[in-house]
Nanobody, 117 residues
Framework: QVQLVESGGGLVQPGGSLRLSCVTSRSIFDFYAMAWSRQAPGKQRELVASITIDGTTNYADSVKGRFTISRDNTKDTVYLQMNSLKPEDTAVYYC???????????WGQGTQVTVSS
């Protein structure tokens, strides 16, 4: 079993920034990729950003240019830097491991991000 523990969520005003962190109980290199997904009320969960073993990153069109996924290999931690936040970014954000580009493995418990004035 793999544990993923997210932190860093909260309430922020539109245009503000937050950084989410995800610490894994195993080496991040044990997985095809690490990713962040989100689920807003009444909507399906969507993949927001991912980073593969070789460092290749991918982003949903809705967050390109505003969000950055990164990792600290020495700490088995993955980050999501979120800038220029919009109200539509409000959601529960989940860290997850990826078996492939389209299939998730393990999930964290989620952290709430609320963008509101």
């Amino acid at each position: 079993q793999v544990q993923l523990v997210e932190s860093g969520g909260g309430l922020v005003q539109p245009g503000g920034s937050l950084r989410l962190s995800c610490v894994t109980s195993r080496s991040i290199f044990d997985f095809y990729a690490m990713a962040w997904s989100r689920q807003a009320p009444g909507k399906q969960r969507e993949l927001v950003a991912s980073i593969t073993i070789d460092g290749t990153t991918n982003y949903a069109d809705s967050v390109k240019g505003r969000f950055t996924i990164s990792r600290d290999n020495t700490k088995d931690t993955v980050y999501l830097q979120m800038n220029s936040l919009k109200p539509e970014d409000t959601a529960v954000y989940y860290c997850n491991t990826r078996i492939s580009s389209s299939v998730a493995g393990y999930w964290g418990q989620g952290t709430q991000v609320t963008v509101s004035s």
